[in-house]
C-alpha cells in the first residue's frame, strides 16, 4: 500500500496544502441568520442583477470566486486548477461562472458534498507536485434548486417539517503549496451509501447513513478521537439529519460529543427564520466554512476542525421513477499552526 | 513552479501510472458499426433488462466497471479510489451503479470529456502516492440523453445534419501503480471555452474551440509535435466538430496532420448508419478508448496515442434560457512499453 494511506478511505498529505484565502457570498436570509457577519458580501436581490436564477447563482459563485483571487493577491491566471460544481443540472452555475477563467477547470459532482470534494482533490493536486495554487467553489440558490428538485415556486407548496432550505450563497477557497492559514492534514473520501430513503423532502435522513460511514472511516484509519477535534462539523445535514448521525454513530461504538454540529444548523436561527430543519445546498457546508470555519481557526478559537460534506444524490427524474437517493460524504481534517 | 508542471495546463507524471485492465459495452447499433469486435459485450435490449432508461444506463456502467474488475483481478474494494460521472442530471448513472461499492468515490461532470477529467485526476492520484489502483469509468445512452437534453423519442424529430448521436455504451479503466498497460505519461487539462453556439444540436461546433485550446497547450507545454504520436484522438467532435478543429489549429500554426481523428466518427459507419455527423455522448469516447485504442497500443500498433475528450457543458434549462454552449477538452498522452 502506497506510503500516504492510511487506510481504506483515508490519506494524509506529507506537506499539508494551506487555505491562504477564503470568501463568502450570501442571500438575503443568509444575511438575517446567525452567521450574517460571516459573508463578506451579502446579495439582497434573488436575481443578482440578471435575468434567471440560473444566472443569479453562477454571478454569486463568480463574484466568491473573484473576491478570494484578490483576498489571495493571485490572478485567475496564476491557479493551476480549479475544482468546482454545483447542484444545477449539469454544473451550469459552475460552467458559466467559469468560461472565460484562463485556468484548467476539474468539473465536479458530489452535491452537498461539493467543496470537500474540491479541497480534497486540490489538496492532493498540490501535496502531489502538481500544482502551486488551486481553487475550490461551488454555489447553491435557493430558487434555482427548489424548482429544479421540488415544485415551481409559484406553486406555492406547503413544506414538510423535516425539509431543509437550500441556502443562496456561493464561497471560493484558494488552496496553496505555501503560505499561512488553515492546512489539509487528512482526507476521508466517502463511498456512495443507499439507505433506500426515497422522500426528496427530506436529505438529512437521505446524507446521515453516509456521514455515519465516512466519520467512523476516519477515526478507524487515523486513529484519532472525537475528543481531539475542537469541532466536528457536517454539511449540510439539518437538524433531523443531525440526530441521526448521532443515533448511528453511537450505535457503532462512536461518541462525536458535544463538539459535533452541522453547518445547516449553524447558517440559520429556527426561532427567527422558517426553515424547518434547517439548511442545506452546496453554498451551505461552502459559506459556512469559508466564512466561519477558516476564519475561527485562523483566530486561534479552534485549533482542529474535523469538515465532513455530505451530499444526496437527488435527481428529479430518478425520484419520479421511484428510486432511492444515494448519499455520500466527503471529510478533511483542518489544523491551525 | 512544481517540478511536475510543464506549462499553464499540462504535468507530467514521475512515475507513469498503467492502464492495467479496460472494459467497454455498446448497444445494438454501436454493435452494428465499425468497432463491433471492440466491444467486450453488446446489448441489444435498450432497456438492459430494466424498467427505466435511466436504470438500463446505470445497468451498463455497472456491467462495465464489473467486468474490468474481474480482468484487472481486483475486487472493487481493492480499489483506493472510484472517478464517474455522466451526462444524466445529478450523474445518477454513476451514482445509482456505484452505491453497493464499497470503494471512495469522487463524482465528476466534464459531459463528453468525463473518461479522461477521471484518469486525469486517477493518474495523479495514483502517481502523487494516494493509491495503487483507481477505476474511472463513465456511460451514456441515446435514449435517456435525447430525451433529457432535446426531444421526447416518441416525438420523432426531424434531426440536423449536424446533430450527432448519443452512443448507448458504457467502459471502465482500471488505472495501476505497477502492472503492464499503456502508460498516462503528461496530462493536459482544459480551461471552459465559450465560443457563443448556441444550437443545442450541434455539440461539435460548441466543443471544437475547447479542443484547439487544449490540443494548442499540450504541444506547446510539451515541447511535443503532433508527427511525435501515432494518433491523435478526439472525442467526441464528430465529423462537423473535427473539421472545424483542423481549422482551427491551422489558423494557430497546428497542423494535426493525417494522424488525427475523432471517437464520433470511429464509431459509426456514415454509409450504413443513420448518425449524420457521428457519435458523441461520455459512452463514445470511453468505450472507444477503452474497446479499441488501449488495445491498438498493448498490440504494439501504436506506440503514442494523446486522446482529447471534449465535453459539451449544456444544460437544456440554460439552453432554453437563450444560454450559449460551453465546452471544455482534456487530454492525455498514453504510451506503451
Known amino acids: 500500500m502506497c506510503i500516504k494511506r492510511l487506510g481504506s478511505a483515508t490519506v494524509s498529505l506529507s506537506s499539508p496544502p494551506v487555505i491562504t484565502a477564503a470568501a463568502a457570498i450570501g442571500g438575503k436570509k443568509e444575511g438575517q441568520g446567525p452567521l450574517r457577519d460571516c459573508f ?3 446579495i439582497d436581490d434573488a436575481y443578482c442583477g440578471c435575468q434567471t436564477w440560473e444566472q443569479a447563482e453562477s454571478a454569486l459563485l463568480r463574484q466568491a470566486f473573484d473576491l478570494c483571487c484578490g483576498k489571495a493577491q ?3 491566471a496564476a491557479l493551476d486548477y480549479l475544482f468546482a460544481g454545483d447542484l444545477l443540472a449539469q454544473c451550469v452555475s459552475s460552467s458559466f461562472a467559469l468560461r472565460d477563467v484562463p485556468a484548467p ?6 452535491a452537498c458534498s461539493t467543496i470537500i470534494e474540491g479541497l480534497s482533490l486540490a489538496a492532493m493536486a498540490i501535496d502531489g507536485g502538481y500544482a502551486d ?3 475550490a467553489m461551488t454555489s447553491s440558490h435557493f430558487c434555482s434548486a427548489e424548482r429544479q428538485f421540488r415544485l415551481p415556486l409559484e406553486y406555492g407548496g406547503q413544506r ?9 450563497g456561493a464561497a471560493a477557497l484558494i488552496l496553496s503549496a505555501q503560505g499561512t492559514g488553515p492546512a489539509v492534514t487528512y482526507i476521508t473520501t466517502g463511498r456512495i451509501v443507499d439507505a433506500g430513503i426515497k422522500d426528496a423532502g427530506n436529505m438529512g435522513a437521505a446524507m446521515a447513513p453516509a456521514a455515519c460511514e465516512t466519520l467512523t472511516a476516519h477515526f478507524h484509519d487515523t486513529g484519532r478521537r472525537p475528543a481531539d477535534y ?6 449540510d445535514l439539518g437538524r433531523v439529519g443531525h440526530g441521526i448521525l448521532m443515533d448511528l454513530c453511537k450505535r457503532e461504538g ?3 460529543g458535544k463538539n459535533c454540529t452541522d453547518c445547516g444548523i449553524l447558517i440559520f436561527d429556527p426561532r427567527e427564520q422558517d426553515v424547518h430543519a434547517g439548511g442545506s445546498g452546496c453554498g451551505c457546508c461552502a459559506s459556512v466554512l469559508a466564512g466561519y470555519i477558516v476564519p475561527n481557526i485562523i483566530s486561534g478559537k479552534w485549533k482542529r476542525v474535523l469538515v465532513a460534506a455530505t451530499g444526496a444524490l437527488l435527481s428529479p427524474t430518478t425520484a419520479l421513477q421511484g428510486e432511492s437517493i444515494p448519499g455520500i460524504c466527503h471529510a478533511v481534517a483542518l489544523e491551525g499552526r
Open 40 to 42: 463578506d458580501r451579502i
Open 74 to 76: 493571485l490572478s485567475a
Open 105 to 110: 477547470c476539474f468539473g465536479l459532482y458530489g
Open 133 to 135: 495554487h488551486c481553487a
Open 160 to 168: 414538510s417539517p423535516v425539509t431543509q432550505w437550500t441556502v443562496t
Open 230 to 235: 475542537d469541532a466536528i462539523i457536517t454539511g
Open 254 to 256: 462512536l461518541d462525536l
